[in-house]
C-alpha cells in the first residue's frame, strides 16, 4: 500500500522557485503518488512565492490542485498547542499536528527546514529531505 508524503511548506516552495534540491524532490515524489499538506500551507507558500510572479503562483496553485489539503480543524489546533518540544514555532507545530493526523498512512513528513526535521524526530515521524 502507497504511504502518503506530507509536504510542508519548504518543500512545497522547491517545487515552485527552482532551488539546489528541487530536482531530486521532484524524483523522489515521482515515486509516492499520495501527497497530502496542511490547509495553511497554501497561505504560507503563495506569500512565499509572491515575488518570483504570476507563473509561481500558478505553479503553486496546480500543486495545491494535486495534494489532499487537511483542514486545520480544532482538534489539529489542540494538537499542536500540545506538542513537544515547546520551542517548535506555531505553524511548524500545525504541519507536525497535521502530519500526525494522518496516522499509519504516513511514509515521511518532507521538510527542509532543520526544526521541522527535529520536531518530527522528537514525535517519532520519519522524515524525507531529498537531495
Known amino acids: 500500500m502507497a504511504r502518503v508524503a506530507y509536504l510542508d511548506s519548504s518543500a512545497i516552495v522547491k517545487l515552485i522557485v527552482p532551488e539546489a534540491e528541487s530536482e531530486a524532490l521532484r524524483a523522489w515524489l515521482a ?16 506569500r512565499a512565492i509572491r515575488p518570483e510572479g504570476s507563473d509561481a503562483i ?22 499542536a498547542a500540545m506538542l513537544p518540544p515547546t520551542t517548535l514555532r506555531t505553524l ?29 524526530t522528537k514525535l517519532g515521524l520519519p522524515t524525507a529531505s531529498p537531495s
Open 92 to 120: 511548524d507545530a500545525i504541519h507536525l499536528a497535521t502530519a500526525v493526523s494522518i496516522g499509519e498512512d504516513l511514509g515521511a513528513v518532507v521538510t527542509y527546514d532543520h526544526r521541522m526535521v527535529e520536531g518530527a
Open 58 to 79: 500558478a505553479a503553486a496553485r496546480a500543486i495545491f490542485l494535486a495534494v489532499d489539503l487537511v483542514s486545520v480543524s480544532d482538534s489539529i489546533m489542540e494538537a
Open 31 to 46: 515515486e509516492r503518488p499520495l501527497r497530502a499538506t496542511s490547509a495553511i500551507a497554501r497561505t504560507e507558500v503563495m
